[in-house]
């Protein structure tokens, strides 16, 4: 084959691929044998293998959607990306994992098994893929929930659901009509924390306040409703709000609040909590985790503190999502 066919034909392969990604059948179908496409993916040949029988018409490290476009080449047409793959592409901000694995759904009847980066689940409960940019991903309710059944520890499993509320819009009563609907492996954790986040808790930082508060022994405050001063003029809403002695908490999270534009914000909050003689304690979501007994004595000192002075008139509004005003 002289040098300017091998150029045409390799035009030709490529235009047949998936940016860049194809199976030996497909090769064989456009005249390549299949032992020269395994040949070519040797090292130091011009392609790689991705998967069995699906190849890379380069050397290098393969993108993301090349990986996608290998699992689903692998999977065949039936297949739709779920768990947090499916999630990033429609709105969730969450880099991949180095590693990270990619989740597909087939029905029950086919035998496509799992194999390298690419995790096959078999369900009978196949979702209606949304297309985005030409790929079948399962709606982000189906999808955070399939990635949330094979975590084993809470704290991530906060991190996501508060993330897929908060960046994708889902409404937690979806999420929890999604766990009833499907299996119920895997969900004592997710259904645990979706009810506190029905409690008001809106990011994992504040779940895990919510845990921290209990240790307290503290009357239970109000979450995220907004706290406005005699003359209905906006102070902020608190994460948490103890209104008989008019103390605020405040979970400053900008890794879980996302949209605040920074200590700017912050600075501007606290003068107006200040302006209206309000009590508050601030706590970064890193004590939460490694020192909740010294937050939970925090909050009892500031607790006393705040009711041995006389209470400013300030006045709770309606539940709000936090970012309405201090974003």
């Avoid at 064989?28 to 130091?44: D, Q, W």
């Avoid at 993301?64 to 793959?85: K, P, S, Y």
């Avoid at 991903?137 to 508060?162: G, S, W």
Wanted: glycine share 8%; charged share 25%.
């Amino acid at each position: 084959m002289s040098r300017g066919s091998w150029r045409r034909d390799a035009e030709l392969i490529f235009a047949a691929s998936r940016r860049g990604v194809i199976t030996v059948t497909q090769l064989e179908s456009l005249g390549v044998p299949p032992a020269t496409s395994y040949r070519r993916c040797l090292p130091g040949g011009p392609w790689q293998r991705l998967l069995p029988g699906v190849v890379l018409l380069r050397t290098g490290a393969p993108t993301r959607r090349q990986l996608v476009e290998g699992a689903l080449l692998h999977c065949g047409d039936h297949a739709v990306i779920t768990g947090l793959e499916s999630c990033r592409r429609q709105g969730l901000k969450r880099d991949a994992r180095p590693g990270e694995a990619i989740h597909v759904l087939l029905p029950l009847h086919l035998k496509t098994t799992s194999s390298g980066y690419v995790l096959v689940e078999r369900t009978k409960r196949m979702p209606v893929p949304v297309r985005s940019d030409g790929l079948p991903l399962a709606p982000a309710v189906r999808a955070v929930l399939d990635e949330c059944r094979r975590m084993r520890e809470r704290p991530p499993i906060r991190a996501l659901l508060a993330e897929a509320v908060q960046q994708l819009g889902l409404d937690p009563t979806d999420l929890s009509g999604e766990l009833e609907t499907g299996s119920r492996r895997g969900t004592a954790l997710p259904r645990a924390v979706l009810r506190e986040i029905a409690g008001g808790a809106r990011s994992a930082a504040e779940a895990e306040a919510m845990a921290v508060w209990r240790r307290t022994g503290l009357p239970e405050p109000v979450w995220n409703f907004e706290l406005r001063d005699e003359c209905g003029n906006y102070i902020a809403i608190p994460d948490a709000w103890w209104d008989n002695v008019a103390l605020a908490w405040e979970i400053d999270s900008y890794e879980f609040h996302f949209g605040q534009p920074g200590y700017a914000s912050t600075l501007a909050r606290n003068n107006r909590y200040a302006a209206a003689g309000v009590a508050v304690v601030q706590t970064v979501p890193s004590r939460l985790r490694t020192d909740p007994a010294a937050v939970a004595d925090d909050l009892v000192s500031a607790y006393r503190a705040a009711a041995g002075r006389p209470r400013p008139p300030v006045v709770l509004t309606g539940r709000h999502e936090r970012v309405v005003h201090d974003a």
